[in-house]
């Protein structure tokens, strides 16, 4: 990508979802994307990219059997929230799953420390990230940035 390319929230979860989408295509997973009205300015070189592209792939390989993924990216006055939710089983400990080590996935699959290193990335830019189990099945993790204005995403 070009370095004088401002990074937009939308460019950035439009790039992750590129880079993953054949790896959805071999489980079966339908990727869909709905973008932010206000195509928000964020701080290039931050991670957000490999945190998106990190819940991507875990959604997609939580999915054995094929399922859909919808990433949906919202602005407000304050803050921008993208929320990823999944038709797969849900997670078993929300409040854990950020914990470095712990793993849902099968021995050898997995070493538990990618959401540790999401929560890591997220909170040093001032948000959040979280983990709940949808109420029609599947989880949703939601990434919660401050919004920054022009000036200071240049």
Known sequence: TDVDREATLNGIVSDAVE???DRAAERRVTL???SAGDDAPVNRGTGLFQVF????????DAMEHGGSLRITARTGDAEHVVAFDDSGPGVPDPERIFEAFYTTKSQGKGTGLGLAV????????????SAENREEGGARFSVRLPRIDREQGK
């Open 19 to 21: 880079a993953m989408r």
């Open 32 to 34: 869909t994307r709905e």
């Open 53 to 60: 592209c990190n819940l991507i792939k875990n959604a997609i």
């Open 118 to 129: 999401c929560r890591e990335i997220i909170e040093s830019l001032g948000g959040t990230i």
